[in-house]
């Protein structure tokens, strides 16, 4: 039997705090250098060393004001503000790497798909088909209230926006230049044909458009779609667009009831199981030594800020835990930021004591601590018994955290035969699925595929309303 091969994702944010907070308060930690080149190309030197599949760069609009009502303690720990924007990121880390992919996320309610989906283009042309698109729809209030609005669009509404969004972009990246457009003809004066362009129309219920592209096609067209939103209403338009979900689970059962809901969404959809790569968010101490890795593990909670990783919490879910006692119960209700966060806390019934305890190393991630062996060892058991696909570790002090599992980790898990020994060529998508750099005829967006393009696996689609002829 063949054992499944491990995917993984550095997890990072174009910031001081990320994560773990409070960690920035560690000697050893460089977070502090967040907003210089150089931190950013040494840590993809290190993830490509390691070969990693992908960089995935979180991103916030707006900042944790939830906890005690202000910003007091989010400016204090640095809860992820300061924050810069990470898609100008990208052209500095792919020009020092050739395989690395990014997973770069933009909200769709602070963008414009026209402008947007040449952005998208321009960077999967600048790394030669290297481009992720992690897209989300939000969950701050205050980033609702800075960009302009009154607050938050109630939450399922903000996925149907996100479709709108979505669907406008799948036009222009897919519908809107044929593969051949591109002729590059010095003598005959013709670097496109103009019969091999269209014009796309739009009128959804969010987004109007009209017009071409401004970008050739890249490498892959439309980047790699990654989602993480877990309620109903998320797991629903994973289904219908996305190609890499992270999930949150406590341990590999949580893991595989999960897995096995997000699955059989995407068979309701008309997908296969596989057509999506399903990853946990975890952290890893790791020493050459039990003994070392524990000691390591003790050091670090010395740094780190249970207080700063409530606060975050409490934006996540929309409650001020500061209002409540210790052991006292919280009262969660309905929540329009992250729905799932909410409710997992309510059903768990934490007080405001088991959020500090599980926010010890100032995140609620799952931490695995030990030698190589036995963190490969729980690594195999959250594949094998999870049935998911991968991991975004997580950042605890940077960048010894990426540099003591591509030195102490990759290595083992290699020798056990659960991780590649090279990178496999070709763009992202191929080296995530195997089955080439474009979007498969299945996926929601080849309906929008000018007929020449469409695979022999799927008949073309009308599209009469999607492109006009030039």
């Given at each position: 039997?063949?054992?499944?091969?491990?995917?993984?994702?550095?997890?990072?944010?174009?910031?001081?705090?990320?994560?773990?907070?409070?960690?920035?308060?560690?000697?050893?930690?460089?977070?502090?250098?967040?907003?210089?080149?150089?931190?950013?190309?040494?840590?993809?030197?290190?993830?490509?060393?390691?070969?990693?599949?992908?960089?995935?760069?979180?991103?916030?609009?707006?900042?944790?004001?939830?906890?005690?009502?202000?910003?007091?303690?989010?400016?204090?720990?640095?809860?992820?503000?300061?924050?810069?924007?990470?898609?100008?990121?990208?052209?500095?880390?792919?020009?020092?790497?050739?395989?690395?992919?990014?997973?770069?996320?933009?909200?769709?309610?602070?963008?414009?798909?026209?402008?947007?989906?040449?952005?998208?283009?321009?960077?999967?042309?600048?790394?030669?088909?290297?481009?992720?698109?992690?897209?989300?729809?939000?969950?701050?209030?205050?980033?609702?209230?800075?960009?302009?609005?009154?607050?938050?669009?109630?939450?399922?509404?903000?996925?149907?926006?996100?479709?709108?969004?979505?669907?406008?972009?799948?036009?222009?990246?897919?519908?809107?230049?044929?593969?051949?457009?591109?002729?590059?003809?010095?003598?005959?004066?013709?670097?496109?044909?103009?019969?091999?362009?269209?014009?796309?129309?739009?009128?959804?219920?969010?987004?109007?458009?009209?017009?071409?592209?401004?970008?050739?096609?890249?490498?892959?067209?439309?980047?790699?779609l990654y989602q993480a939103g877990s309620s109903g209403r998320g797991r629903?338009?994973?289904?219908?667009?996305?190609?890499?979900?992270?999930?949150?689970?406590?341990?590999?059962?949580?893991?595989?009831?999960?897995?096995?809901?997000?699955?059989?969404?995407?068979?309701?959809?008309?997908?296969?199981?596989?057509?999506?790569?399903?990853?946990?968010?975890?952290?890893?101490?790791?020493?050459?030594?039990?003994?070392?890795?524990?000691?390591?593990?003790?050091?670090?909670?010395?740094?780190?800020?249970?207080?700063?990783?409530?606060?975050?919490?409490?934006?996540?879910?929309?409650?001020?835990?500061?209002?409540?006692?210790?052991?006292?119960?919280?009262?969660?209700?309905?929540?329009?930021?992250?729905?799932?966060?909410?409710?997992?806390?309510?059903?768990?019934?934490?007080?405001?004591?088991?959020?500090?305890?599980?926010?010890?190393?100032?995140?609620?991630?799952?931490?695995?601590?030990?030698?190589?062996?036995?963190?490969?060892?729980?690594?195999?058991?959250?594949?094998?018994?999870?049935?998911?696909?991968?991991?975004?570790?997580?950042?605890?002090?940077?960048?010894?955290?990426?540099?003591?599992?591509?030195?102490?980790?990759?290595?083992?898990?290699?020798?056990?035969?659960?991780?590649?020994?090279?990178?496999?060529?070709?763009?992202?998508?191929?080296?995530?699925?195997?089955?080439?750099?474009?979007?498969?005829?299945?996926?929601?967006?080849?309906?929008?595929?000018?007929?020449?393009?469409?695979?022999?696996?799927?008949?073309?689609?009308?599209?009469?309303?999607?492109?006009?002829?030039?």
């Amino acid at each position: 039997m063949t054992r499944k091969k491990i995917l993984l994702n550095a997890f990072n944010m174009n910031s001081i705090g990320h994560i773990h907070h409070g960690m920035w308060t560690h000697p050893r930690d460089q977070s502090d250098r967040y907003n210089t080149i150089e931190y950013w190309t040494h840590i993809a030197s290190v993830l490509e060393r390691g070969l990693f599949d992908g960089l995935f760069i979180a991103d916030i609009i707006g900042y944790y004001d939830v906890f005690e009502g202000n910003v007091d303690l989010t400016l204090k720990e640095a809860i992820q503000l300061p924050v810069n924007d990470p898609w100008t990121l990208v052209s500095a880390m792919a020009a020092v790497t050739q395989h690395l992919g990014f997973g770069v996320t933009a909200n769709i309610h602070t963008e414009t798909p026209y402008s947007f989906a040449r952005k998208v283009s321009s960077l999967d042309h600048l790394t030669r088909g290297r481009l992720g698109w992690n897209v989300v729809t939000g969950y701050l209030d205050s980033g609702a209230r800075a960009m302009g609005r009154d607050g938050l669009d109630e939450h399922d509404k903000r996925y149907d926006r996100a479709d709108d969004f979505l669907q406008l972009c799948y036009k222009l990246w897919e519908g809107s230049w044929e593969d051949q457009a591109i002729i590059r003809d010095r003598n005959g004066r013709i670097y496109t044909d103009p019969n091999k362009v269209h014009a796309i129309a739009h009128n959804g219920p969010y987004y109007r458009a009209h017009g071409y592209h401004s970008s050739e096609p890249s490498p892959q067209r439309t980047p790699v779609l990654y989602q993480a939103g877990s309620s109903g209403r998320g797991r629903q338009f994973a289904s219908r667009h996305a190609e890499c979900v992270f999930i949150a689970a406590a341990d590999p059962a949580t893991a595989r009831a999960a897995s096995a809901k997000l699955r059989q969404d995407f068979v309701n959809a008309g997908r296969q199981p596989d057509d999506v790569k399903i990853f946990v968010g975890i952290a890893v101490v790791v020493g050459h030594t039990q003994q070392q890795a524990r000691e390591k593990y003790e050091e670090y909670l010395r740094y780190a800020s249970p207080q700063a990783g409530v606060a975050h919490f409490s934006s996540s879910t929309g409650i001020d835990f500061s209002r409540f006692g210790l052991d006292e119960p919280i009262s969660y209700g309905q929540s329009n930021a992250m729905q799932s966060a909410s409710q997992t806390a309510s059903q768990q019934g934490w007080t405001r004591r088991d959020l500090l305890n599980q926010h010890k190393l100032g995140s609620r991630y799952p931490t695995l601590v030990g030698d190589p062996g036995e963190v490969t060892d729980q690594l195999e058991r959250w594949i094998d018994e999870g049935d998911i696909d991968g991991f975004n570790l997580s950042r605890i002090v940077v960048p010894e955290t990426y540099e003591d599992f591509v030195d102490l980790v990759i290595p083992e898990l290699q020798a056990r035969g659960r991780y590649k020994t090279a990178y496999e060529p070709g763009p992202l998508r191929h080296k995530l699925f195997g089955r080439g750099a474009r979007l498969s005829d299945s996926h929601f967006a080849a309906q929008w595929r000018h007929p020449q393009q469409v695979g022999t696996d799927q008949a073309a689609p009308d599209v009469a309303t999607a492109v006009e002829e030039h």
